[in-house]
């Protein structure tokens, strides 16, 4: 049992060496153009060129992006209401209560 566990243990070490070396951790100018391509997707598209597709304006894209956003939200406290039981009417009580 121990011989295994060492033996895993090696295995995982070696694994996370090979890792490291195949270059994961490199931070080059494609990292960069990512980064910042991410930073453009969590503003929600402050900058209109990172929105913009081909054959749409910038304003089109952008107001896409937002719809996109907005949808994304309303659908995820829909979920969210089904998974509390708050998308239907209690029916504990005679009234009906808006």
């Known amino acids: 049992m121990k011989r295994a566990f060492v033996f895993v243990s090696l295995a995982a070490l070696l694994v996370l060496f090979i890792v490291a070396l195949a270059g994961c951790g490199y931070v080059g100018k494609a990292d960069d153009v990512v980064e910042q391509k991410v930073a453009d997707v ?3 598209g402050t900058d209109c060129e ?3 597709q081909m054959g749409e304006t910038k304003a089109e894209g952008h107001r896409r992006h937002v719809r996109n956003h907005r949808l994304n939200r309303q ?3 829909e979920d969210i209401d089904a998974l509390f039981h ?3 009417p ?7 209560i808006p």
């Open 86 to 88: 708050l998308d239907k």
């Open 42 to 44: 969590m503003t929600m």
């Open 75 to 77: 659908a995820m406290m």
């Open 90 to 96: 209690c029916r504990t009580t005679e009234r009906v």
């Open 50 to 52: 990172a929105t913009a």
